[in-house]
């Protein structure tokens, strides 16, 4: 396992504690850990009412008529609004307004808003939305993807979000060994901890301030002013504490209610969800169903990649667009890959909707091309871990998007890295270790143990040609750092690492970091593993232009060398040159501070074209996963015992930090892979709780070993990679490729229930391919 | 009633409930207080017993153990009251969390009357007796006969459940549940096994698979007639089997949302096959 | 909430003794939960509403000194006893134990919601079982949810504070 070093690693040199490459400490964990750290749904405020919304009870309905008036002769009630009452657009989306904040004419999924209440005490407004009433006329509903692709139109802007194909090389190539499969992914959630919240005041220029726990303070700024119909600068949003997120808080959920609701009364008014609401108000992953058929040489080169995927996209379009792309760009995994032709689909339906969930596209369709690579190992008779050597990709080889990998990209290292790491000890006496657990259910003879291999990739950032960037500013005043950014901060560490930044550029211990809000430019989204990147790339310019600055003052003031001039623990110090230096920076600011507001971008990216091809992506990560699973046959359950890793992390900025990714993703992984789904029926999800919707438990997750695979990636701030999202992907088809090798199943659907690893009945065990 | 009664004694409880039988009635709040805080449930008013002076806690009774209504799951994996009720404590361990089962109460579970509650089963294969109180006096009542049907139960509204009272453990006694999860997870299947080698025979308990706690007559008459009680273990290893297909057979289960009925009805098998083997060891040694 | 339209039935006032110090409370809705009143009538939200049905943990407090989830109990009940939160876990505002403390110092914070009540099930842990094993602290921490560390930093925690007091550091 690699050890991280401290201090500077390219070349900044003030190797200051606390800088870039050390586990530095959170610095809102004090906060945290005593209970003192405000959540959005901590929120208080004098004259303050209560929010709640009326959620469709059907998948598809007319709407005939909404009567209000019963809720507002409740006590306590001081509003109700619907669509009619949005004095902008009653449209919203991140990517594409085609989602109504109320529903009016029709509804399209069970949980899309009526209306909401705003109220003295919650359960008055509880009270209140049961007194509403909507007369609704049930339709049927269409539930089933391929239904809807041929059916007729649910919206206006028809049922498919989008309809890709890439194809690369001779599409009639065909080598001696073919394997096939179709494999099913049912609908994950991002089951944050903090359910949705926020606090939305009336400020006196007649606009909105709202703090909410979001991704993207600046995209859902834009949608509510929308609707509200107010410019985007009488619309403020600061960030409340976030209770996770995972792609869940992307898109907007009681944003546009609360705001109109405090515009309407003119008292503040806040929004708590229940977890009830919390799965009915955020998007999920999309479900998807694939077939994939590959063929290779007898030695198991592949020849050709064939694959349809269909993704479920609900009821709106929300970041369907941008999955179904990575879905199709990533199908065949990071293999080298000459011959592919790939149908991609988003579809609506009247499902709930589906949008960005880490690890965006790539997760389902590597359940696939991993299940696809083991049969193509057993057909062929080698090892698994060899026949991925033999195609991993690596830096020079093209993308199925024909792009040429230019970056970092150490497919082969990771394998072979995770390969190499040590097994876990054989199964202890203790029953509460052995698949069941707490069920007491399994004896030590009941137990098989097995393991699985997997790896995967995801492209980093934004693609196809959006104009990516992020905005930062950095004060240096009295000697005083403060880094300003609208990065929302949602649990993965970026204050962490903008504090890092600082130091290591600044050569200073404290760092003080600025609410995060509207009142500085966008840092884009917390999603798509690009805030190092992008926000650390912005913090890292904005403190490199206050030291050429400070540095520029000094020379000019002593006389000295520029390029002798160092930053070194709160001082500016002379390296070697004629005139020794020895000033505070405290002395440097004192009278003028230093200052600069910056905005960083990736390099350009470019649209498909129709064949799928084109310079698309920014950069690639990969991980491989390795998973050893103890699996009780006969009644199908598993404990998954040690999940191996060796992860691309380009250089790792924050050893602590990045290990907690990676062990919270694999749960994400094991939990997609062994128990979480949105189970619906009729639309409706059946288990919109924590006590039916599960995550695992401390008793679920393996043991992780880590190891990192550090290969500089070029263009990047610090050459780091985002480590955020490699986890959660390889890591669900190493533990279902660990339980086939117990059990002999296909098991080619996750979750897999455990009737399918019993083999009970038709429960999932999934056809042959 | 608009407020919260806090009894002290079982008389000021049953007084209570005579005056407010619609009050709801508070004991662990790990079923009640989540329907209060989804807003399904209207609170008329409340009746706690947490603070009720002899309802919490359990006393042995010659042969039997009697255990208050207000006894939590926490409370039942004291080993003392283990080593008598052996069955009982590994049931509890498997409820929930921590939080829950120092909360959760038998007598709350009794009240529930859910087909998963995980003590429920092991009051079947015990074949133990609930005393209820009213005003018009103390009556007892099978388990089976109190539990009429998935959250019914054969309380009289001014009935309140005081305790259960269970034989004290005369063999070994087994509790295995299958949830989706490894841990905090509501029973799929759950099953209940107690040997009695004094008076040789055998009972059984089933969760989850019926709209009530099952027991399994014909599976526990197999047995009483497998097991070798000169040495309490099964004469043929293969018994352990047959009794699980017997165990099966007296389930009902239907297809949920957490599983289908022909996998609790395997699960059933399989758990019950692995309790007996368990407690009763095939003399040649390695169990089935 | 000062002036609200409570629904109906309205709680009597009563009085709850939480960290030490009493509290009075009055004109509440009568099925107010200890979690609800906790953070939204005595200022105390430290302790998460996460679920609201006791499957998720991070509402953990200790009443009487059992660690319960207080979204399962009912506020206008737990009159007579006495309540611990995560704000009442250090000794003086500002001052961590030293469970909080191996918490930050391993990583085992992320967004931190989860984390109040890990903490307090941590406490009620080690209280109970001062060196247990790596099995015993996953059964002890199954009932609180994580959905961002995987647990690993956690349990790592709670290894470095059990190895603090083991070695005889702060207590």
Redo the contacts between chains.
């Keep these: 396992m690699s050890e991280v070093g401290t201090g500077s690693r390219t070349g900044v040199g003030t190797g200051t504690p606390g800088g870039v490459g050390t586990g530095a400490p959170r610095p809102d964990g004090g906060p945290k850990v005593r209970g003192e750290f405000a959540f959005s749904g901590d929120l208080w405020a004098d004259g303050m009412l209560w929010g709640a919304t009326l959620r469709s009870p059907h998948a598809s309905a007319r709407i005939r008529s909404i009567d209000v008036g019963p809720a507002l002769a409740v006590p306590g009630v001081v509003a109700v609004v619907t669509a009619e009452d949005l004095p902008g657009s009653r449209y919203y989306g991140l990517e594409h307004r085609d989602q109504p904040v109320f529903a009016w004419e029709v509804v399209r999924y069970v949980g899309e808003p009526v209306a909401a209440v705003a109220a003295d005490h919650p ?1 008055t407004a ?2 209140a939305l049961a007194a509403i009433v909507v007369d609704y006329e049930v339709t049927t509903p269409v539930l089933d993807a391929e239904e809807a692709l041929v059916g007729p139109d649910l919206h206006p802007d028809g049922n498919t979000f989008r309809h890709m194909w890439v194809r690369r090389g001779d599409p009639d190539a065909r080598g001696p060994v073919v394997v096939e499969g179709t494999y099913e992914l049912g609908m994950q959630d991002q089951a944050f901890m903090g359910p949705e919240a926020g606090l939305a005041r009336p400020t006196p220029d007649g606009g909105i301030d709202l703090v909410v726990s979001t991704q993207w303070l600046h995209n859902d700024r834009d949608q509510v002013a929308e609707c509200l119909g107010l410019p985007p600068e009488r619309v403020r949003l600061s960030l409340g504490g976030v209770g996770g997120a995972f792609g869940g808080r992307e898109d907007v959920s009681l944003q546009v209610h609360a705001a109109l609701l405090a515009q309407v009364t003119e008292r503040p008014v806040k929004v708590v969800y ?1 977890r ?1 609401e919390s799965f009915l108000g955020h998007v999920h992953r999309h479900p998807a169903r694939i077939w994939m058929r590959h063929s290779a040489e007898p030695d198991g080169r592949l020849v050709s990649f064939e694959a349809r995927i269909v993704l479920d996209g609900g009821a709106y379009r929300s970041s369907s667009y941008h999955v179904v792309a990575n879905a199709a760009c990533f199908a065949a995994g990071p293999y080298v890959t000459p011959n592919a032709v790939v149908e991609g689909v988003g579809v609506r339906t009247n499902n709930p909707p589906c949008g960005a969930m880490r690890g965006f596209g790539a997760v389902q369709v590597c359940f696939a091309h991993e299940a696809q690579m083991d049969r193509l190992a057993a057909a062929c008779d080698v090892d698994p871990v060899a026949l991925r050597l033999t195609n991993a990709m690596a830096s020079g080889d093209r993308l199925l998007t024909g792009q040429v990998v230019d970056g970092a990209l150490p497919v082969a290292e990771v394998i072979r890295a995770t390969a190499a790491l040590p097994l876990p000890p054989a199964a202890g006496s203790e029953p509460m270790g052995r ?7 399994t ?1 030590a ?2 137990v098989v143990r097995a393991t699985g291999f997997a790896v995967g990739f995801k492209n980093l950032m934004y693609a196809e040609g959006y104009d990516d960037d992020s905005h930062a500013a950095c004060r240096l005043e009295a000697g005083l750092v403060t880094v300003t950014c609208a990065a929302a901060e949602v649990g993965q560490g970026f204050v962490t690492l903008a504090q890092q930044i600082a130091r290591e550029v600044l050569g200073v211990d404290d760092v003080l970091l600025a609410p995060a809000d509207t009142a500085i430019g966008s840092a884009g989204s917390t999603s798509a593993s690009r805030q190092t990147w992008m926000s650390g790339g912005a913090v890292e310019k904005a403190c490199r232009e206050v030291r050429a600055e400070v540095v520029a003052r000094v020379a000019a003031a002593t006389g000295a060398a520029e390029a002798d001039l160092r930053l070194r623990a709160g001082r500016v110090v002379s390296d070697g040159g004629a005139v020794p230096v020895d000033l505070s920076l405290a002395a440097v600011t004192a009278e003028e501070p230093v200052e600069a507001s910056v905005r960083f971008q990736h390099r350009t990216t470019f649209p498909l074209d129709a064949d799928g091809q084109g310079d698309a992506h920014v950069s690639m990560a990969c991980a491989a996963h390795r998973a050893v699973v103890d699996v009780d046959p ?4 598993v ?1 998954v015992v040690q999940v191996a890793t060796a992860q691309d992390a380009g250089r790792v900025l924050n050893p602590t930090a990045a290990l907690g990714q990676v062990e919270g993703g694999i749960s994400q992984g094991v939990g997609l892979a ?2 979480e789904e949105v ?1 619906l ?1 009729d639309g409706a999800p ?2 919109a709780s924590f ?2 919707y ?1 995550i ?5 997750v393996p043991e992780v070993v880590v190891d990192w695979v550090e290969v500089p990636e070029p263009d990047a701030p610090f050459g780091a990679k985002g480590v955020g999202e490699p986890p959660v992907i390889s890591s669900t088809p190493a533990v279902v490729a660990a339980v086939r090798a117990a059990t002999g199943r296909p098991l080619t659907r996750v979750p897999m ?3 399918a690893v ?1 083999g ?2 038709d ?1 999932g065990d999934g056809e042959e391919g | ?4 009664l ?1 009894p002290t004694t079982v008389d000021e409880l049953v007084e209570g409930r005579a005056a407010h039988p619609d009050a709801l009635l ?1 004991a ?3 079923d009640l ?2 329907a ?4 399904t449930l209207p ?4 009746i ?1 017993l ?2 009720v002076d002899g309802l919490r806690g359990w006393r042995r009774e010659g042969d039997e153990v009697v255990v208050g209504a207000a006894t939590t799951y ?1 409370d039942l994996l004291a080993p003392d009251v283990a080593d008598l009720l052996p069955g009982m404590a ?1 049931a509890s ?2 409820v ?5 089962r ?2 959760g109460t038998l007598g709350g579970n009794l009240g529930t009357a859910s087909p998963a509650g995980d003590a429920l089963p092991v009051l079947v294969a015990l074949g133990a007796t609930v005393e209820l109180r009213s005003p018009g006096g103390t009556r007892s009542l099978p388990v089976g006969e109190l539990l009429t049907g998935p959250k019914r139960t054969a309380l009289a509204p001014d009935e309140v459940i005081t305790s259960a009272r269970l034989p004290v453990a005369r063999g070994p006694q087994q ?14 299947a ?1 099953v209940a096994l107690a040997v009695d080698v004094e008076a040789r025979t055998v009972g059984v308990g089933l969760g989850s698979v019926g709209p009530v706690p099952l027991p399994a007559p014909d599976a526990c008459a197999f047995a009483v007639d497998a097991v070798d009680w000169a040495t309490g273990a099964l004469h043929d290893p293969g018994a352990a089997d047959r009794f699980g297909e017997l165990a099966a057979a007296a389930c009902s289960p239907i297809d949920d ?4 009925a ?2 609790r009805r ?2 059933v098998r ?2 019950a096959a ?1 309790a007996l083997a ?1 407690a009763c060891p095939p003399a040649t040694g ?2 089935a | 909430m000062s002036g609200a339209t409570v629904p ?5 006032s ?1 009085v709850l003794t939480v960290n030490g110090t009493e509290h009075g409370v009055d004109a509440s ?3 107010e ?1 200890l979690l609800h009143v906790l953070r939204e009538r005595l200022g105390l939200p430290g302790s998460k509403a996460g679920c ?4 998720c ?1 991070s509402c ?1 407090v200790l009443v009487d000194g ?4 207080a ?4 506020a ?2 737990a ?2 006893t006495e309540i611990t939160t995560v704000e009442g876990l250090a000794d003086e505002r500002g001052t961590f134990t030293d469970v909080q403390q191996a918490f930050v110092d391993a990583g085992a914070v992320q967004c931190g919601f989860c984390t109040p009540g890990l903490v307090v ?1 941590v406490h ?1 842990l080690l209280d109970r079982v001062p060196e247990p094993t790596d099995l015993e602290v ?3 921490l ?4 994580c959905r961002c560390t995987g647990y690993g930093r956690v349990v790592a925690a709670v290894e470095a504070a059990v190895a603090v007091r083991t070695s005889g550091g702060a207590p």
């Design positions: 359960e509880r009270r229940s009830e698949p069941g657990a707490a069920g007491l259910t004896d003879g009941d006969d009644l199908g359950l404990r062994t128990m189970v029926a059946r288990n006590t039916d599960l695992p438990t401390t008793l679920d229930a455990p009737a019993a009970v009945g429960a | 009633m608009d407020e919260v806090l508070l662990g709040g790990t207080m989540v209060v805080n989804a807003g609170v008329p008013g409340v706690a947490r603070a926490a590994q361990r498997t929930g969390s921590p939080q829950i120092s909360t509790y295995r549940k299958v949830g989706v999860r490894n841990a905090m997870v509501i029973s799929v759950s949302h957490r599983s289908t022909a996998y395997h699960a399989v758990l692995r368990t390695a169990a | 109906t039935p309205v709680a009597p009563y809705w009568l099925g939960s609201e049905q006791g499957e943990g953990s059992d660690l319960v989830c979204c399962l109990v009912l206008a009940a009159v007579g099930a009620d996953r059964e002890a199954s009932g609180n949810l």
